[in-house]
Structures are given as structure tokens and as C-alpha cells.
């Protein structure tokens, strides 16, 4: 055996073994957390993707990992890379490697050593460390709650469990796991990221979900994209999105696709209805929309009265193929305009938007909530699900669809266009002296599908 294969096949990086842990799975246990007078003080947590060496604003902050798994797989491939940054802070809470209910059970076992191993490394290393508790269903119970001392100090986060972003709440798989986790491990405290559900009991430390976001940030020079190597996690560069976009549903626990999508606004009740009946509804804009209702009750197309957002690509009138399936699991996506796509395609104008069985029902939402957008994430998950955003900004009207090479954005009238690859290519575009990006949230939005 070469020196070579001996380091590799004995090194901590292979056999992470050097917390023995208790019971027959040998995880590995986080110490207590030890309270200092105000560590929960007005508590606010920061993204370990917004964390960073030069930062001397938020180091108050405790750091949180109610991310994407992608956003912080480094900590656990190498563990030591970010120790000097991470000690800054005034705690951190282990990483929340993902425990959603459609993983295989092997993976959620797997997800709570690397979260428990990574906290125990660095509470070894000196960091204040509070450990964080997901779950799964009722057979994740056995192993979720190992490697935490009675009496801890724990985290969670209720924001993947509650209702938002036209998704019904997972409140019962929440209690059921955390019901559990308040018999097994009596914690003394629980720092609750986002509004704790009423029937939650303990000593829970609320953390507002919208004042630790990056909107509450501060720092004290402006870094241009050029000087952002102290941002960069994995190659890329940091970018003002979302703590937690709302647009990719599924963060940590709870079912990977989220909860069940239903309709939160009196234009979403268009999807939904009779089948074989076609609704009939007006827009803000006066724009009107015929949405036929499939066999299960579900709308399988819509017809738009306009060439909004784009004429380049939109006849008058156009339709889209409304689909439920993934990459937005049971949720209405429009698909690309298509059978009356180009004006040439009927001549003698469209067919009628055929409906089964003589239905025809008229709506009219012309109050449709369509004033702003209320976060970035808002912003792309409407144009990735084909929701065609019409919006003004300083006097200039604009508007995003689908393009052959993904996105367009323009002026509405279709001039001054760009193709883009991503939703982020799009907030790149400037519209008049801004950056989308920055104003998104202030546009005057004069319609959109979804």
C-alpha cells in the first residue's frame, strides 16, 4: 500500500469517526450550547451565502443554512474552508441538509450525520454552535433527533411548513415532527425562523424571516460585480436574491414539491372548475382571456385577446397550453403561445376555443392583483411558469415572454429586446438608467397571466 492510499483510506475526510456519538448509528452529538447574556436579544439570522470576511455590519447575526443543499455542500466536503469566516458571527446553527418526505430513507440518515458531524467539527473548533432540527415522516423519528443533548438549545424553521405563494401549508408533517422533537430532546430554547404556528409550545426565540433577509443588509461600501471575490461561494457570485426564494418550493423538509398549490386570488379561481367548461374573464387591462377546464377539473388551455406582452411572438388572439406537471409539480405553467402562434397561421381568424358539453361561464376579475411584485423571487417564478409580465417603469412599458432561446424582454411595443438564457439574465436588463433587478419591486406591474 502506497503512503498515498494509507492517508487517503484513514483520513477524517473519508471515515468521519473522530465523534464516536451514542447508539448503534454513532452520530455525532453537538454540545449544548452555551447562552451568553443577549445572544437572543433581538436575534437575527444572516445566509451563509451572504456571509463573508469583510463584513463588519452583521456579525451579531447568527448564521443559518434554510438554503438549497448547493448553496453549502462546501461546508462538508471542506469543512475547514470557512471556519476563520463562520467564527466571526456570534453563532451558527449546523447545516440543514435536506430531510424532504420522497428522499430514500438511507439519504435522510445521511443528511442528519453530515448536519450533526458538521456542528460537532465546528463546536471542536471553537464556534458557538446551536444545532438545527428537520425531520421527516414518522420512520425518520428513530434517527432525526440523535446527536442533540437534552435540554439543548435547538433551531427550526416554520417558513417551507406554512401556507405562501398559493401553496396550502404542511402544518400536520410539521407538528407531528416537532411534537416529537419537544418529548425526545425537552430543549430548553427554540429558535423558530419565521412566524411559529399557534399551537407550537416551548421557550421559542421568534426570528422574523423578512428582517433577517438580505433587504435588511447593510454594507459599508457599495462592492460593484468586480469586487466581489469575498462573495463567491463555489465559483459564483453572490447576487440579491431571496434568504429563501419562494419561487423553488421545498427547502429542507416537508415534501420536496412543497404543499398543495390552490388558488389565493379571485383570478387564480380561473384555473380551476367544471370539466368541459370554458371560463370567460376580463384582465386589469380590459384584456379578455377564455380558460377551458379539463376532464379533471384543472384548466388545459387558455386563449389571450391581445399580443401583449410581445407582437413579435404573440398573435391576437394566442394560445397556451397550460400543464401541471414538473419542473412546477401541480401548479399551472403556460406553455409557449402555440396553434395560432403567427398571424399568417389563420387568416380568416382563430377557431372557436371549443368546449365540452355547452359551457360557457363568465368572470370578471378585472381587480386582478396584478400592482406589484412583492420579492425578486415572485418576479421569476411568473416568468418561469409563463406568466408574460406587462409592467411600466419611469413613463416606459415593457414586457417578458417566452423566446426560442428562453426568455425576451423588451419594450412592449417589441423593440429594444434581449434574449436571455435565465430569469436572471433577465433582471440584467436595464430598463431606462436602472438595472431591473433593483426596481423590480417598484414597477408598476399592468399585467401578467399569473
Known amino acids: 500500500m502506497t503512503e498515498e492510499n494509507y492517508n487517503y483510506r484513514t483520513s477524517q475526510t473519508l471515515l468521519r469517526n ?30 451563509f451565502d451572504k456571509t463573508h470576511l469583510e463584513d463588519q455590519n452583521h456579525l451579531d447575526r447568527m448564521v443559518h443554512f434554510f438554503l438549497y443543499d448547493y448553496r453549502f455542500e462546501r461546508v462538508w466536503k471542506n469543512p475547514d474552508n470557512d471556519i476563520e469566516k463562520l467564527s466571526r458571527y456570534r453563532a451558527v446553527l449546523s447545516p440543514d441538509f435536506s430531510m424532504y418526505l420522497e428522499m430514500a430513507p438511507v439519504m435522510q440518515l445521511y443528511n442528519v450525520f453530515r448536519n450533526r458531524w458538521c456542528g460537532a467539527y465546528w463546536a471542536s473548533k471553537g464556534l458557538r454552535v446551536i444545532p438545527t432540527v428537520n425531520w421527516g415522516d414518522t420512520s425518520t423519528f428513530d434517527f432525526c433527533f ?24 404542511q402544518k400536520e408533517w410539521f407538528m407531528a415532527g416537532y411534537n416529537e422533537m419537544l418529548r425526545r430532546i425537552e430543549p430548553e430554547k427554540i429558535v423558530c425562523y419565521n412566524t411559529p404556528f399557534p399551537e407550537m409550545q416551548g421557550n421559542i426565540i421568534y ?27 463555489g465559483g459564483s457570485f453572490y447576487t440579491n436574491y431571496d434568504t429563501i426564494e419562494p419561487f423553488l418550493i421545498g427547502k429542507g423538509g416537508g415534501s420536496a414539491y412543497g404543499g398543495e398549490w390552490k388558488p389565493s386570488k379571485p383570478e387564480d379561481f ?30 388545459v388551455a387558455e386563449r389571450h385577446y391581445t399580443t401583449s406582452p410581445n407582437p413579435k411572438y404573440h398573435s391576437n388572439p394566442h394560445d397556451h397550453k397550460i400543464n401541471w406537471e414538473s419542473p412546477r409539480h401541480g401548479i399551472p405553467n403556460f406553455e409557449k403561445p402555440h396553434i395560432n402562434y403567427w398571424p399568417e397561421d389563420y387568416p380568416d381568424g382563430a377557431p372557436e376555443f371549443k368546449k365540452m358539453g355547452g359551457f360557457m361561464v363568465k368572470y370578471d376579475f378585472a381587480g386582478m392583483e396584478t400592482d406589484h411584485f412583492k420579492t425578486i423571487s415572485e418576479f421569476k417564478e411568473c416568468i418561469i411558469r409563463g406568466g408574460e409580465p406587462v409592467f411600466a417603469w419611469n413613463g416606459t412599458v415593457y414586457g417578458v415572454c417566452f423566446s426560442e432561446s428562453g426568455y425576451c424582454i423588451a419594450h412592449a411595443d417589441g423593440n429594444f429586446e434581449k434574449l436571455c438564457r435565465t430569469p436572471d439574465d433577465v433582471l440584467e436588463y436595464m430598463v431606462g438608467n436602472d438595472r431591473l433587478r433593483d426596481v423590480i419591486t417598484r414597477v408598476t406591474v399592468l399585467n401578467r397571466t399569473i
Open 18 to 47: 473522530q465523534f464516536p456519538g451514542k447508539g448503534k448509528l454513532k452520530i455525532p452529538i453537538i454540545p449544548k450550547f452555551q447562552e451568553k447574556p443577549g445572544d437572543f436579544d433581538d436575534l437575527l439570522l444572516i445566509g
Open 146 to 169: 440523535e446527536g442533540i443533548e437534552k435540554g439543548s438549545t435547538v433551531a427550526v424553521s416554520t417558513y417551507m411548513a406554512s401556507e405562501h405563494d398559493n401553496r396550502q401549508d
Open 207 to 233: 426570528v422574523d424571516y423578512e428582517r433577517s433577509s438580505w433587504r435588511y443588509m447593510n454594507y459599508e461600501r457599495g462592492f460593484q460585480k468586480e469586487d466581489l471575490e469575498s462573495f463567491k461561494i
Open 270 to 299: 380561473r384555473f380551476v372548475g367544471t370539466p368541459g367548461e370554458v371560463k370567460v374573464s376580463y384582465a386589469k387591462d380590459g384584456t379578455k382571456i377564455e380558460t377551458k377546464i379539463g376532464e379533471d377539473g384543472r384548466a
